[in-house]
């Protein structure tokens, strides 16, 4: 059981991490990569969401029944990630701000409700957990790289602390949104020859 | 029936206590927040234009109620005594309301500084009431009593040139916190007594 949970765990970090494996979840990897700390907040934020709903709906999934099971899932992430908000806005108001109107789309993100409809209605919590922690740390990673590709060639900076100093001119294009695709094209292509054996 | 019963209890479980949660999670959040959008929102004013205070005049505040709305009200420590308040009052602009912070010496009806806080009048024209000191410096000293006007008015204060509305909405927004002051001036003078030094 505790080796198939890790197993659970690390596929969300290789082998099906989300937004290079599985190609969910791609509208915030392009609009939220333009900075570090908005990639980086964003991962956490649907790391948050996926744990709670993952535990949340395989507990309650025999109580589920099957014809709203949609619906059930859709409250539940929706409250977890208005709760997400909320905090945000309490304690990182900054992000909050620039992050805007792409935390309450998590709901829409196909990462929390599709691990619930393939995953967690039919597996137990260990699993479920390690599932939403996995799939949620994959996708921090994956947008927290990258974020820093395009701020570093696009701003010259990580986090917003300057890395080549005022002479360097930096490549406007990647922090644009067609530098948002092709970066995301590289990385799939990457990606997929690394995956390749 | 029976099935079709169950379908309608468990969603409306689901919709009441996710209700449930997200009222207590915003309850206990609210004022965190508040104080979050004082300091990004109002803030950056606020403390401009108290410069020399020698308290946290964020943290010391009051509100009063003034019709149907709450106003909040911001006290300024100066030389050891609390005789300044900040609060924000509103006048027409080329692209909307201007929110503008008002503070005035309690003692003598004088104010102390005028600050716009987030506004939408035209970048480089009528923003220049946000960032040109000279407009703004112009109410500096004055009676909160006055019925300021711009000179094209017939007033006194000197409009920005090319931003004749922005200015006067402004200055109409001065207008408007005297209204407020006068209408509330004994509320303010007693609130002020609880407060510390």
């Known amino acids: 059981m505790a080796k198939t949970a890790f197993q659970e765990f690390t596929k969300g970090l290789w082998t099906e991490v989300p937004p290079y494996r599985l190609v969910l979840g791609l509208c915030p990897t392009l609009a939220m990569t333009k900075q570090v700390d908005m990639g980086f907040g964003m991962g956490l934020a649907v790391t948050f969401v996926l744990v709670g709903s993952n535990v949340l709906i395989s507990l309650l999934r025999k109580v589920i029944p099957k014809n709203v099971r949609i619906a059930c899932f859709i409250v539940v992430v929706a409250t977890f990630v208005i709760v997400v908000e909320l905090l945000m806005q309490a304690y990182t108001y900054e992000l909050f701000l620039k992050m805007g109107i792409f935390i309450p789309l998590i709901v829409v993100n196909c990462i929390p409700l599709g691990r619930a409809e393939a995953f967690c209605y039919k597996k137990g919590v260990l699993p479920s957990f390690a599932d939403g922690l996995g799939m949620g740390l994959g996708y921090t990673i994956s947008l927290t790289v990258l974020a820093i590709i395009r701020e570093v060639f696009g701003n010259g900076s990580i986090f917003g602390v300057s890395v080549f100093g005022p002479s360097f001119q930096p490549y406007s294009y990647m922090v644009t949104a067609p530098g948002a695709f092709v970066c995301l094209g590289l990385m799939l292509c990457i990606m997929n020859i690394l995956g390749k054996k | 029936m029976r ?67 709450e106003r909040a009200f911001f006290v300024g420590v100066f030389n050891g005594k609390p005789n300044t308040v900040a609060f924000e009052a509103t006048g027409k602009g080329y692209g909307g309301e201007i929110p503008v912070i008002v503070a005035v010496n309690v003692d003598n009806d004088q104010i102390v500084g005028v600050g716009v806080t987030t506004h939408r009048e035209t970048p480089g024209v009528g923003a220049r009431v946000q960032t040109d000191p000279k407009f703004t410096s112009q109410f500096k000293g004055q009676s909160i009593k006055e019925p300021f006007k711009v000179k094209g008015d017939g007033g006194k204060i000197d409009a920005i040139s090319g931003a004749t509305v922005s200015s006067r909405g402004v200055t109409g927004a001065v207008v408007s916190s005297g209204e407020v002051y006068n209408r509330l001036k004994s509320n303010i003078v007693e609130k002020m007594k609880s407060i510390k030094s």
Do not use: H, W
């Open chain 2, 3 to 69: 099935e079709m019963l169950r379908l309608f209890v468990v969603v409306t479980l689901f919709g009441a206590i996710s209700g449930g949660i997200l009222a207590g999670v915003r309850a206990g959040t609210q004022e965190r927040i508040e104080y979050q959008q004082i300091k990004f929102v109002k803030g950056p004013a606020i403390l401009q234009i108290m410069k020399g205070c020698t308290n946290d005049p964020l943290t010391t505040r009051f509100k009063i109620k003034d019709g149907k709305d």
